[in-house]
């Protein structure tokens, strides 16, 4: 079975238990805490080895995806959880147009030993569509007010 070449989306479930609410845990290699940082707009970065798997536990931003030369704007927040999951060979960055920094957890998945290129950004083929990113920010921040 081949790896999956295009980005999945998967709204997680939730148990509750008393006042907590368990949701769906994911299975990783490792586990980051990610930052970004409120008025950002990233590189596009491209791994090779691993396959990014997002899910914003603070504030909100719109992923970037490129594929077939085309950009793809997908907004994520904490309001609504799910799991981003972009595989290896897949262009993607991250803008963050709100007032304040997102926070989310990448459970990576491993398909062989790291490489450095897989974390130097790359120069975005065409530029973003920062009109689509800024209705995308204006649409997803009213509709949580």
């Known amino acids: ?3 999956k070449t295009q980005v999945e989306i998967f709204p997680l479930e939730s148990i509750k238990g008393g006042m907590a609410e368990f949701y769906t845990p994911q299975s990783s290699h490792e586990t980051m805490l990610v930052n970004i940082p409120a008025q950002t707009i990233d590189d596009l ?6 396959t990014d798997q997002l899910l914003v536990v603070r504030g909100s931003f719109i992923l970037v995806v490129l594929q077939n030369r085309r950009y793809q704007y997908i907004p994520l ?8 999951k972009i595989p290896p060979g897949v262009p993607h960055g991250a803008i963050n147009l709100s007032g304040s920094a997102c926070v989310l957890v990448n459970a990576v998945l491993r398909h062989s030993t790291p490489i450095d290129r897989d974390y130097r950004p790359m120069r975005r083929p065409i530029p973003y569509d920062m009109n689509m990113a800024h ?11």
């Open 135 to 145: 209705q995308l920010q204006k649409i997803h921040s009213s509709s949580h007010a």
């Open 45 to 50: 970065f491209v791994h090779r080895t691993q």
């Open 1 to 3: 079975m081949g790896l």
């Open 77 to 84: 927040s904490e309001m609504k959880p799910q799991v981003v």
